[in-house]
C-alpha cells in the first residue's frame, strides 16, 4: 500500500476534519513537532520498541504534514525542487569514493 506524500497528506487532513482536530493554528502544530521530536529522542534514549519508534517518527510526519497544509506547501513539489538545489550546490571536493560519506 505504498503511497505518495500528497496521498498521505490528504488521508491526514480527511482524518483531521472527520474526527474534528483539523488543525486552524500553526503555533500549536509548531510544539507539537518540537514534542514529537522530543519524543523520537526519548525512544531512542530509552531503546523502545521498534514499533514505538516507527510510531514516534510517523507523529513528527503527521505533524510537518500538518504544518504545511496549513501553510500551503506542497511537499513533494518542494522536496523535488530542494533536492535539485542541493544538486547543483558546488563540492568542496570530488566525491570518488561514496563510503567516504559514510
Ligand atoms: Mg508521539
Redesign the pocket.
Known sequence: MSKTINELQRLMVDQLKRRGFYPKDETEVLLRIGE?VG?VFEAVREKQSKDDLNH?VV?VFWNLLRLCELKGIDLEKAFIEKLMINEKRPLPKPVTDISENS
Request: glycine letters at 0%; aromatic letters at 0%; charged letters at 100%.
Open positions: 514529537e519524543e514516534e507523529d
